[in-house]
C-alpha cells in the first residue's frame, strides 16, 4: 500500500529539479598554482566537508535545502562527505568561535592537497553580527586559507552553488581560459 | 501572586508575565511551592549589577499556574552565591554551570560543580560576563591544546566508549557526544556543549536597541523569529512602548510560516534517517516552496530581521494574502498525501515507535519542554495557556501525545504543521488594519523587560536591560535546548547506537541557542 502511495506521489510531483546557476568567479578571495591542470584532469565532481565553526545554524538550513529535489547537486557531480579525508572542498560556516578552532584546523589539515576553502554566510566572510570577541576569531581566513567567500544572511543555496562551483571551476574570468 | 500558601511579592509586568524580587534565602521555598504546584524552571542566568547596586545578580524565570514569574535575588559583591537548585529543578545544573563560567557566581551544594560553556578560551578564574572582564587581554592569550573535561565513566566487563565530535558526520551544528555502550546497546550518553560560544551575550552589552533585534535573531537563526519577537516584547515593556496592532498579527504569521518550514524540514529529515529517502525530499520540495514564498512575499526566506523593536518591517497586500493562502491550502493537501504514507510505512512505523522515549513523569521531573514536551505529555504551550496577543484571539489548539518516542515527536509536529496552517489562514482573514511600526518611547532611566515566545522548539525566552542613555546593558535569551539536551541523553538509553541519529533528529534541538 505504501509502496502504491510513493509512486503515485512520485509520479504526480514529476521534476522539480532547475538547471544549474553558473559559477560566480568573482567570489574567488585567491587562486592557487596549479588550479587549472588540476581541474582539467578532476572535471567538476567535487566532494565536499561542511564544517560549522560556530555559526547561528542559519547557513546550515541552506546547505540542507542545497541538498533538496530544486537543486539536483548529484546531477552536477557535488556530493557532501562525511569524512574530510574524502573531500576536494571544506566549506565553512559561521564566525570561528574560538571553543572550535583547534578542531576546524583539524579538520583542515586532515583534507589532502589539492584542497579550496568556501567560507559561507557573512560571519564567514567577515565575523558578522559576532565579530571578533574573547569567544570569536571573526572571519575564517582569521584561522585558515580560503578561496572563495560567499556573502549573505544567509547566502541563498543558489549563491552557495555558484560559489562551490567557483572554487572548482578553471580560473577567474580570462585567467587561463 | 500566590503560590503554594504564600503570597509572594510578584507583581505583574506584561500579560502572564510577573516580576520580583526575594531575598536568596527565599528562593528555595519559592522554588519548592513552584514545583509542588506542577510549575517548572524555564530560565536561570546571572548579572553583574555592580555598577547599579553594588552587587550580582541572580534570575529565575518559573513557569507558575498564572505564568511566568521573573524572580531575581540581590548577591554580594565578595563571594556571590545562592542555593543550589538543580536538586529541585534537574534542569537548572547547566545553568547554574554556566552562570558560574561567565560571571562568578556559585551555586551553594550543588553536585554538578563541572565547567559547562567555558572550554579552553578563557581562565577559570576569568569572567566575561563581568562589566570589568577584559575581552582584549583574553583574546591576545594563545589557547591550550587541550581542554581537559571529566566526563562520567562507565565502568565494567565489556563497557566501552565512542566518542563522536565535535563535528559530525552531516551537516550539523558541532558538540561531542561520550557514549558508553556495551555491544550495541547505550548504557550511557553524556554530551559537552558550548563548542559554539561566541560570546553573545557580551556582545549586546553597549549595543543599540535596533541591532539588539539582529543580534537577538540570530542567537539561534532556525528560530529567528521566535527570540527577535521575544527581544522585542523585552523592549517594547522596558519602554513602555505600544506596538501597532497589525503589526503584532504580523509577528504570529511570520512565527507561524517559521514554525511549518522547521517542522516541514524535519519531517523530511525524519523520513531520511529511516532510509525513506522519498520523504525528504517531498517534504523539502514543499519547505522549498514554503520560503521561496516568504523571500517573494517578505524578502527573505526566514524572514530575517523582518521583526523589529516598535513593529516589523514589512507589510502583505491583498495580492500577498491571496497567494499565501493558495498555498497553505496546498501544503496542507500534500502533507496530508503524505502522512498517509508514513503512517502506511512499515519500516518507518517500526523505527519510529518505541524509539526514544522520554516517559511522561520522567520529563514532568526534568522538565522537558516545547514540541518535545508535548510528545510526552507536557501540555505546556505558552500561545494556549498564556497567550500573548494575538494569540489571545486565535484560540490555538495544542497538539499532544504520551507515548514520549520518535513516533510522538512526529505525530505533534503533523498536528502542529496543521495547526499552523490554519492559523495562518485565520491571521489572513482577520488582519487588522493599520500601521505596522510605531517608534519607540524614549529611555528615561534603567528600565527592564521581558519576552516569552512559543518557538517552534519551545518556549523562547529573552530577558532585557536596558541602560540610562538607551544602550543595551544586559540581555540573556534562553534556548528551550537548555532543559531538553539532558532528555535526549535519557530518551536514548537502551536503545541502539544506530538509532542515535533519528532520535536526535526527532528534538531536533539547537547547539547555538543554548551555547550563546
Ligand atoms: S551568516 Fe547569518 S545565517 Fe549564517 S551563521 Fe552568520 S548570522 Fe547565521
Redesign the pocket.
Known sequence: MASYLILQKILKTGFVSEPAPQADPALRTREQALHAVILKVFGQAVAIRHVDA?????????IHSLNGPHYNIDGLGVKFSASPRHVDVLLV???VSRHMEAALKRAYEAIPDPKWVVA??????TG???GESYASCGKISNVIPVDVEVP????TPTALLQGILAAVSKGAPNADD | MKIGDHEWRLDPIGPHIWRGRVETGQLLALSRAVKDEGGQLVALWGSDDRHLNGGFGIHVALLTGLGLAWVSCALPTELPAYPDLAHIFPQADRMQRAAFDLLGITATDAVDERKWLRHNAWAADEFPLRKDFSPLTAHRLPLPEVDAYPFIRVQGDGVHEIAVGPIHAGTIEPGHFRFSIIGDRILKLEARLGYTHKGIEKRFEGMDIATGARLAG?VS?DSHSAYAWAYCMAVEMATASAVPERALWLRALFLEIERIANHLGDLGYLGNDVALAFGFVQFWRLKEDWLRMSAKLFGHR?L?DRITPGGVATDIDAAGQAELDALASRIEIEVRELKAIYDEHATLQDRFADTGICKPELAAQLGLTGLAGRASAQAWDARTQFPQAPYDQLDVNMATQRRGDVLARAEVRFAEVYESLRLIRGILKRLPAGGIHAPLQPVQAVCEGLGWVESWRGEVVVAVRIAADGTLDRVHPHDPSWQNWPLVEVGVLDNIVADFPLINKSFNLSYSGPDL
Do not use: D, I
Open positions: 560556530g555559526s547561528c545554524n542559519g547557513c546550515e538550513l541552506e560556516t559561521g564566525p559561507m554566510g557573512e560571519c564567514a566572510c558578522g553580527m559576532f549573505g544572511c544567509p547566502p | 540570530r537563526g526566514y530575517f
